[in-house]
């Protein structure tokens, strides 16, 4: 039997924080004890110990890949560096967005989507920590049904979002998508609202949710990316969506919330106090309770950092690691192993130091394996959580 003793730290559990210690044996939280210190585990200072973090969607990878227009990385390379940068931030499951879409404008098409995906199923085996696949499926296209068997075929695949493709109906609106288009393809904006309109007018004739829904319901769970208007959280409600990734607007989160689905939003979104590109704020959402789960989107550090923001602010520890490890592992049917310190899970944890602005990750484990370790700056800081000037406001 292998056993692991973490002492001395600031343990988070699902209802409570509190100093203590930890008994790892073969990979699994053995134990959990209050006020107790063992001589002969491993001292961690003080330092926080929280679940590792579940991301659902990042786009990390696709950065790594596609840094600028027109510049190309091998995906080895890109995997490699998303996956230490991952463990960097506390994070323990990933889930890396891979858009499964035909838009030739943007260089994505299905056959591309299946062999990253695939890929993933092989760089995943000897990487520090989980990686998934987080699946955005255009359902306006019928090209999507020569490619659903295949998808059930990639073993990683967690997650699976309808991304409708159809021109200004969700997050950008169609004026604004002009003036982007034609400054991305160097063209007028007349010829960029025509081809357009030509889009709208072609992709607003398909909607294959009936036979996605059909093939991969009771695969992974299914959600919907951008939903704006309570119509659009019904209908992707009505095909078997039980997650709204990031509604743009009050009326979608509070509509999704009625309909019993959990709602996600970006934790760039909350550390930054508000989208970056105007749509609906995090914190406004979380002031109504209609927040359940945080994504790292595009910015892997702002999920730790997220929590710290939210302790600072008045919220339990306990409710703020919730946010990004145990809700996200309920989306996934993943709580039952891990998500949370709690005897019988699975030792996925992080043990980190908190600054003024943001969680500097000091160890990692996964299935109880010490996965990241780096020297601590100086020993942690009490008063780091309630700043007396803090950056965050």
């Known amino acids: ?59 990390y990878l696709e950065r790594e890949i596609h840094p600028r227009p027109g510049a190309q990385f091998p995906m080895p390379m890109a995997f490699h560096f998303t996956d230490q ?14 858009s499964f879409s035909d838009d030739h404008n ?23 920590v989980r990686h998934c696949v987080h699946a955005r499926l255009n359902p306006n296209t019928d090209t999507v049904l020569d490619y659903l068997d295949r998808m059930r075929e990639i073993e990683s695949l967690k997650l699976v979002v309808y991304n409708d493709a159809v021109p200004g109906q969700r997050q950008f609106s169609f004026e604004d998508l002009v003036v982007r288009r034609a400054k991305s393809l160097n063209i007028t904006g007349d010829e960029a609202r025509r081809r357009l309109q030509q889009q709208v007018d072609e992709l607003s004739k398909v909607n294959r949710r009936p036979e996605i829904q059909a093939a991969l319901a009771g695969f992974c769970p299914l959600g919907s990316h951008d939903d704006t208007t309570p119509a659009h959280v019904e209908e992707a409600h009505h095909f078997g969506a039980t997650l709204s990734e990031m509604p743009t607007t009050l009326a979608a989160a509070r509509r999704a919330k009625e309909l019993g689905m959990l709602v ?17 704020s995090c914190a406004e959402a979380m002031a109504e309770n209609l927040v359940d789960i945080l994504c790292s989107d595009y910015h892997f550090p702002t999920m730790l950092t997220a929590v710290l923001m939210m302790i600072h602010r008045g919220i339990s520890p306990a409710r703020a690691i919730n946010y990004v490890s145990l809700h996200p592992a309920r989306l996934l049917g993943l709580d039952g192993v891990t998500g949370s310190i709690e ?3 699975e030792a996925d944890l992080v043990a980190f130091k908190a600054h003024t602005s943001h969680a500097e990750v000091i ?31």
Request: charged residues 20%; glycine residues 12%; positive net charge.
């Open 106 to 128: 943007l260089n994505r098409n299905f056959d591309g989507a299946i062999e990253q995906a695939k890929e993933m199923d092989q760089l995943r085996k000897t990487a520090l």
């Open 85 to 98: 940068r991952a463990a960097a931030c506390g994070l323990t499951t990933v889930l890396s967005a891979v």
């Open 264 to 280: 996600c939003m970006g934790a760039p979104n909350y550390v930054r106090g508000g989208s970056h590109c105007g749509n609906l």
């Open 363 to 393: 160890r990692v484990w996964v299935q109880g394996v010490n996965k990241y370790h780096v020297a601590a700056r100086g020993i942690p800081d009490p008063a780091a959580v309630k700043p007396t000037h803090s950056p965050w406001g």
């Open 343 to 345: 005897v019988g899970k």
């Open 1 to 59: 039997m292998r056993t692991h003793l973490l002492s001395n730290a600031r343990i988070i559990t699902p209802v409570a924080d509190f100093t203590g210690s930890v008994v790892i044996e073969n990979g699994r939280i053995a134990d959990i004890t209050k006020n107790r210190n063992y001589p002969e585990g491993e001292d961690l200072g003080g330092l926080w110990l929280v679940p590792g973090g579940i991301d659902i969607h990042s786009d």
